[in-house]
């Protein structure tokens, strides 16, 4: 994410939400829009260096599963965009993304099997499908029985669909219906213990996640120089336009 391609979006008159962290550095108090509390601009050197105006955005901060989530809008009025409905639009990307993850790692996608181009192209956009299509089936089953959508497992969808191939002995318990039922994971381990065998520890503890989150990007306060350096260059702009 760059000024070049930020500016390339709002130049088509269309809107930008996107994370940022501490890669991206933030001017506030500018003077160049009517300002509100939340009102930041980015402006690299090297764009006031070509000539080129400020970008306009307002900074957010909503909380996520493990540390606050700074975003950036483009929309810089909260009644035609409120912060809840900002927040709303990100956690939906995030779905996407979650998508994107379980096509490559649970449904085993991340290398392909053709050796040309032409049919690894087709044999993406199918598994793409396929994988669709099995979600769309299960989360109709789920919404169905009445079961929220956001206890459906990727990995449990794979394997009814799997039993319901392979089962062809039993077709009557290997109905969609009945394989809906293990869509979900179970919210909590059987009533049953055996008590002729003892459990053992796992050999070795499961990895933990060591990804850290993204740390807040820098916000600075515009200096005198970066006030006078846009009043030169607006005060140039409006004397093109008038020329």
């Not at 053709?114 to 994988?131: F, K, N, P, Q, T």
């Amino acid at each position: 994410m760059g000024y070049d391609f930020l500016k390339a979006i709002q130049d088509q008159n269309h809107h930008i939400l996107v994370r940022v962290g501490s890669n991206i550095t933030l001017l506030k108090n500018l003077g160049y829009y009517r300002e509100s509390a939340g009102t930041v601009y980015i402006w690299p050197d090297k764009a006031a260096r070509h000539s080129q105006l400020p970008l306009i955005f307002r900074h957010l901060v909503v909380q996520g599963q493990r540390a606050p989530v700074h975003l950036i809008v483009s929309v810089t009025n909260p009644r035609l965009l409120s912060d809840k409905q900002v927040a709303q639009i990100y956690r939906a990307r995030w779905r996407i993304e979650v998508y994107y993850r379980n096509f490559k790692q649970t449904f085993g996608r991340r290398k392909l099997l053709s050796h040309r181009a032409d049919h690894a192209h087709v044999e993406l956009e199918w598994s793409l499908i396929a994988l669709w299509g099995m979600c769309l089936y299960a989360s109709y089953e789920l919404d169905r029985r009445k079961i929220p959508l956001e206890r459906m497992s990727m990995a449990g969808v794979l394997r009814a669909f799997r039993r319901i191939a392979r089962d062809y002995l039993h077709p009557a318990d290997s109905t969609p219906q009945t394989a809906s039922k293990r869509c979900v994971p179970r919210s909590e381990p059987p009533s049953w213990t055996p008590t002729s065998v003892e459990r053992k520890p796992a050999a070795t503890p499961p990895a933990k996640n060591k990804n850290t989150p993204p740390a807040p990007p820098t916000i600075k306060t515009a200096t005198p120089q970066d006030r006078k350096r846009l009043q030169q260059l607006t005060g140039e702009t409006q004397h093109t336009q008038k020329g």
